[in-house]
């Protein structure tokens, strides 16, 4: 039987500990994510777990009003370009109206404590973007 590898485990692990790991691509610098066996640039499956900080900037936000089982509605969500280099989809803890493109922001671990199945993530925290006004 195959074994399926928990590529992501790290960064949960991660999570866990407020801290926001992220493999880097050994060969070109790539940071990536979402985690993955390979660098999504360059093909090498060299890579390397490490702690970034997660601040970055607010490429794009929208409110969603029908969501999937698990998240808040309506709930704001944004494009964030992390300083570090990849660019991820992160609900916002902000009112929608109350953002704008270009807004510093911080990913943060939340707890996360809806009814509903992650199945092996069921322990884990979840992650939220928080606007900051000092990075
Ligand atoms: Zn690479």
Same mark, same amino acid.
């Given at each position: 039987?195959?074994?399926?590898?928990? @590529?992501?485990?790290?960064?949960?692990?991660?999570?866990?500990?407020?801290?926001?790991?992220?493999?880097?691509?050994?060969?070109?610098?790539?940071?990536?994510?979402?985690?993955?066996?390979?660098?999504?640039?360059?093909?090498?499956?060299?890579?390397?777990?490490?702690?970034?900080?997660?601040?970055?900037?607010?490429?794009?936000?929208?409110?969603?009003?029908?969501?999937?089982?698990?998240?808040?509605?309506?709930?704001?969500?944004?494009?964030?370009?992390?300083?570090?280099?990849?660019?991820?989809?992160?609900?916002?803890?902000?009112?929608?109206?109350?953002?704008?493109?270009?807004?510093?922001?911080?990913?943060?671990?939340?707890?996360?404590? @809806?009814?509903?199945?992650?199945?092996?993530?069921?322990?884990?925290?979840?992650?939220?973007?928080?606007?900051?006004?000092?990075?």
């Amino acid at each position: 039987m195959t074994e399926i590898e928990d @590529f992501a485990g790290p960064f949960w692990e991660g999570l866990n500990r407020n801290e926001f790991r992220v493999p880097s691509c050994d060969d070109c610098g790539t940071v990536v994510f979402p985690p993955g066996p390979i660098c999504p640039e360059c093909g090498s499956d060299e890579l390397t777990w490490g702690e970034i900080d997660p601040v970055g900037t607010l490429h794009s936000v929208t409110q969603q009003h029908r969501t999937p089982p698990g998240f808040d509605s309506p709930i704001v969500l944004g494009m964030i370009d992390l300083d570090a280099g990849p660019r991820l989809l992160s609900p916002i803890d902000a009112e929608y109206e109350q953002l704008s493109i270009g807004d510093r922001v911080r990913i943060e671990a939340v707890d996360y404590d @809806f009814a509903f199945d992650r199945g092996p993530r069921a322990d884990d925290p979840f992650f939220t973007a928080v606007v900051v006004d000092d990075v």
